[in-house]
């Protein structure tokens, strides 16, 4: 069973950045970062495997950055100059296999407990 702990949530004026972590307890081939606002679906933000393949949300290239330290078998998010509509719930989800939807929430087996990250304007 894998286990996931999401860490580095917080609140932040727009413009602000903030850095989330997520440690697993096993090394896992697919990582991603997913969020979900209150009244919405959950959606994809950034994925990563372990082969270095990344994938980016529309909404956050260029302000966003993952990365994994494999070593460690923790995942990384840099969120620089966010906006309020980046304010959700954020949550770490892993996989073991490869799936052609490498950034769908159904497509990941394990999921942490979340943290939140709220931007205010």
Request: charge should be positive; proline fraction near 3%; aromatic fraction near 10%.
């Amino acid at each position: 069973q894998v286990q996931l702990v999401e860490s580095g949530g917080g609140s932040v004026q727009a413009g602000g950045s903030l850095r989330l972590s997520c440690a697993a307890n096993s090394s896992i081939y697919r990582m991603g970062w997913f969020r979900q606002a209150p009244g919405k679906e959950r959606e994809g933000v950034a994925a990563i495997s372990s082969t270095g393949r990344i994938d980016y949300a529309d909404s956050v290239k260029g302000r966003f950055t993952i990365s994994r330290d494999n070593a460690k078998n923790t995942l990384y998010l840099q969120m620089n100059s966010l906006k309020p509509e980046d304010t959700a719930l954020y949550y770490c989800a892993a996989d073991p296999r490869w799936s052609v939807a490498f950034m769908s929430p159904s497509s990941y087996m394990y999921w942490g407990q979340g943290t939140q990250v709220t931007v205010s304007s």
